[in-house]
């Protein structure tokens, strides 16, 4: 055990289906077991989360896995020395189009079904059909520093579809369904449970998730500040294992299920478990009434086969960061100073899963 | 779209004679709503409640073309309001945030340094939540290509009064002339009961912010 030196930690989360480790290691007693007495506070942005993370009003927070970096560069704001000891998860989000734009397409190919995942390159006809009237689809991701922004750029590139080609917003994750409803969307690529909402409710067709696009790129990590770590760093260990053993826990399918209960509770997602469920047990739904396609790797917590799952590795951090300079985020000179081990510290696990 | 607070005196304009400022509050709440537009009662803005979140929302920005936007600190738009100059059919907006808990004034001054460009926090009736608009629309300006103009003026401030400095720093920023920047510290102050001198401190302290 450790010699904690801070017991009360207060840990920011975002309503998502892949919050389950956080949720999981409150639920299951991981935290106490590690003598934390952790109190989870529910965000409602990621630039909320991302500030009181910086100034300290949470001690530590789930992140998409690119926010570590761009704090570190000063992207959104003042440089601010954030840290990730742990990858939660890989995977987890899909792209769903409108199941209006998906009918028009299959007129467009004369067909009753387009076999999944399917490429960008759909798209197509339909992007053609709208440059004719000075139009064009518009789709959404949630934020611009996120696996959701790379993996619809990917997924565009794939097919031959130039980002200019259509217009991208970026919509809160509840906001998603209902515009897409009201066809203000044509498409999004965002986390659960939002693909599966889409489908039940008939608004939308889910096409592709990451585990197609950048298959076992990181998307939430643990993120703490660099200051708060060297204060606290018996803590950070503790943290970090209480967590890690909750993404083995959930690498069960069987607890995947009990995750999928406890996350549907009103103080986590406040939604109901029909549309939290499928994605944590490989289940992607594509089009309402149909079933579903099999992603085992759709939310992933941890491997029996990959003892290096959750370390965020330098490759891992490089890889993102390569993706952050592709799609303009970041500058040749900004990657080139990066220091991902600073950033990216498996040095931090590798000690908290030694012991 | 609701609309109101309409009043507007001489010495109040900030970017050219006729215009005032449209400031769009993105407010689900009516209740909160409601509190902070009676505190942009009869000050040179034009304010707008809407209660949309979402693509709506995003669809009423567009449509109002707003000078500044004001938005509660735990709303879920706040990603997509804060991002808006991140797509290009957008022009960049300055973004108030406001949070009904209370916190020092440093905390403030460190959270402002985040990426929005003010941060109102603690009781939204304060009499600087309007200084604070101000200024935010300055230092927005000022995120959009002129730091270093900015750091030459502070540089060049450093040996001069409160009122002069602030005086002088709405010059710079907002291309005022002497006397209207004068005014404009000279208004708020009479708005608010205050003296010239803590106005100019007020505008200072989030100046000293850059």
């Known amino acids: 055990m450790f010699k904690i030196e801070k017991k009360n930690i207060n840990l920011g989360f975002m309503p998502l289906t892949d919050s389950a480790p956080v949720v999981i290691a409150y639920e299951m007693g991981m935290f106490k077991k590690w003598g934390l007495n952790v109190t989870l506070t529910k965000q409602n942005s990621w630039a909320t989360l991302r500030d009181k993370l910086h100034l300290g009003v949470i001690d530590a927070a789930q992140m998409l896995a690119p926010m570590p970096i761009a704090s570190n560069l000063g992207l959104y704001g003042q440089e601010s020395q954030v840290i990730s000891p742990l990858i939660l998860s890989r995977n987890g989000n899909g792209i769903t189009i409108s199941t209006a734009l998906y009918q028009k397409l299959l007129a467009h190919k004369n067909n009753t079904e387009i076999s999944m995942p399917f490429s960008a390159n759909i798209l197509s006809p339909e992007i053609k059909e709208r440059k004719k009237e000075g139009e064009k689809l518009t789709f959404a991701v949630v934020f611009p520093y996120s696996c959701h922004y790379y993996e619809l750029i990917e997924w565009l590139k794939e097919g031959n579809i130039a980002l200019s080609d259509i217009n991208l917003l970026f919509v809160p994750p509840s906001g998603m369904v209902p515009s897409m409803q009201s066809g203000d969307l044509d498409g999004f690529c965002v986390g659960g449970p939002w693909n599966a909402k889409a489908v039940r409710e008939g608004v939308g067709v889910t096409g592709v998730t990451s585990s197609d696009l950048l298959q076992d790129s990181p998307e939430k990590v643990l993120g703490l500040m660099s200051s708060w770590q060297s204060k606290y760093p018996q803590t950070t260990l503790a943290l970090v294992s209480a967590l890690y053993e909750a993404c083995q826990w959930l690498e069960n399918v069987p607890n995947r299920f009990e995750a999928a209960r406890l996350l549907s509770r009103a103080c986590y997602l406040d939604t109901h478990i029909d549309v939290i469920a499928p994605s944590l047990l490989g289940s992607c739904l594509t089009f309402n009434g149909t079933t579903p396609r099999k992603v085992t790797s759709y939310n992933q917590f941890s491997t029996l086969d990959d003892p290096e799952f959750n370390k965020p590795a330098l490759n891992c951090g490089e890889k993102i960061a390569d993706l952050m300079q592709e799609c303009g985020h970041i500058s040749t000179k900004q990657r080139t100073e990066l220091s991902i081990a600073n950033i990216y510290r498996e040095d931090i696990y590798l000690t908290a899963i030694s012991i | ?210």
């Open chain 2, 1 to 210: 779209m609701k609309k109101s607070t309409l009043s507007l005196s001489k010495n109040n304009h900030i970017k050219e004679p006729t215009a005032k400022l449209k400031v769009l509050l993105a407010e689900n709440n009516h209740v909160k709503a409601k509190a902070l537009m009676d505190v942009l009662t009869n000050t040179e803005y034009d304010i707008y409640h809407i209660a949309n979140s979402g693509v709506p929302l995003l669809k009423d920005v567009e449509q109002l073309n707003p000078d500044v936007i004001i938005i509660d600190i735990e709303s879920p738009d706040r990603d997509m309001l804060e991002n808006l100059n991140k797509i290009s059919q957008f022009a960049p907006k300055p973004i108030v945030v406001f949070s009904e808990q209370e916190n020092d004034k440093t905390t403030i001054n460190q959270i402002v340094k985040s990426g929005v460009s003010a941060y109102v926090v603690g009781d939204i009736g304060q009499d600087r939540v309007k200084s604070i608009i101000d200024v935010a629309i300055a230092r927005f300006g000022l995120f959009q290509g002129m730091k270093q103009e900015l750091a030459d003026t502070k540089q060049k401030l450093s040996s001069q009064k409160n009122i002069d400095k602030a005086k002088r720093w709405l010059m710079e920023t907002r291309q005022l002339s002497e006397s209207d920047a004068y005014n404009f510290i000279r208004k708020i102050a009479m708005d608010n009961s205050q003296k010239m001198d803590d106005v100019a401190k007020n505008i200072l302290s989030v100046a000293s912010i850059f």
